[in-house]
């Protein structure tokens, strides 16, 4: 079994929470059946992210896994659960090494040749993206949900042993629904969630509709 449930995966960017408190935000979000979260900050210091990265882990006390996206060593520094990286990013292998093999480390597909590329060891999660349009990030291409369904068949052939398979970009509860029937283990969310009013509400409308679609 894996040791990572990305039905519900929230990622909290400084620069999407409306300036709110982001161990707070963790918090309403996990009350909301947030079942993994993510700090993505691309553009702070390395000590405002680790100050981060460490106050969203006092918050959520361990009741999901939280990872730092990129930065290993803020995952060392913080106590954080493990990181997601990118295809640019520290090599999964190398990252594997620093953290352990109790860490939980996950990759970011974007394209086909991603899918069929890399490391069959070591990743306990891929997420494919961007699916669709987002402010959130900078994804030139848009792959749509058959898109998605493709490389993640792809990514699924390539593995030893079977892996979560997430989406990620531009989800909404009504494609978000359309993904787990697609295939997908669970989807990721930035600004669906944490740019709205009330984001443990978000968190549970998104809970419920990834509940239906699984029992289609």
């Excluded at 060392?76 to 953290?99: E, F, K, Y």
């Excluded at 749509?144 to 068949?153: D, S």
């Amino acid at each position: 079994m894996s040791k990572v449930d990305l039905s519900l995966y929230g990622i909290l960017d400084p620069r999407r929470c409306l300036g709110r408190d982001l161990g707070e935000l963790a918090d309403a979000a996990i009350s909301g059946g947030c079942t993994l979260l993510q700090l993505r900050d691309k553009e702070s210091s390395t000590r405002d992210i680790l100050s981060r990265a460490k106050a969203i882990k006092s918050a959520i006390a361990g009741r999901v896994p939280f990872l730092v996206n990129d930065r290993v060593d803020v995952a060392l520094a913080s106590g954080a659960d493990g990181v997601h990286i990118g295809q640019d990013d520290m090599p999964v292998a190398d990252a594997r090494q620093l953290l352990g093999p109790d860490a939980i480390i996950g990759l970011s597909i974007k394209t086909r040749q991603d899918a069929t590329q890399f490391p069959r060891e070591g990743l306990d999660y891929v997420c494919i993206g961007g699916v669709f349009e987002t402010q959130s990030k900078d994804n030139p291409v848009s792959i749509g949900i058959g898109g998605w369904a493709e490389l993640a068949a792809l990514c699924r052939e390539r593995t030893s042993a079977p892996i979560p398979v997430g989406a990620i970009a531009g989800i909404d509860r009504h494609n978000a629904s359309q993904l787990i029937t697609a295939g997908a283990d669970g989807v990721a969310l930035i600004s669906a969630i944490f740019m709205e009013a009330d984001v443990q509400a978000a968190a549970t409308e998104f809970h419920k509709t990834i509940h239906e679609a699984r029992t289609l």
